[in-house]
């Protein structure tokens, strides 16, 4: 049976940050702009993968790191999740 993998990235960042990058732990990272008062909602889906008798879930990415930007792409913060 082939199952799949949704998970939402939530959170806010400061002033003047107007977008995150955020790095998940199968190794992508995940860029969204900040939307009013600087809250980000983003997702990550994973196609279907086949899992045997023995697994009980799909592998899910964690979010490892996000980093924060502001217009002109300078590091506002960073911080290891």
Known sequence: MQHGVFIWLIGRAPA???RVEVDLSDGD?????????????GEVIRPGVELGPEDSAPP??????????DADGNLVRERAL
């Open 16 to 18: 003047p940050a107007t």
């Open 60 to 69: 899910v990415p964690e979010p490892t790191r996000i980093r924060a930007f």
């Open 29 to 41: 990272t995940i860029a969204l702009d900040l939307q009013t008062n600087g809250y980000f909602v």
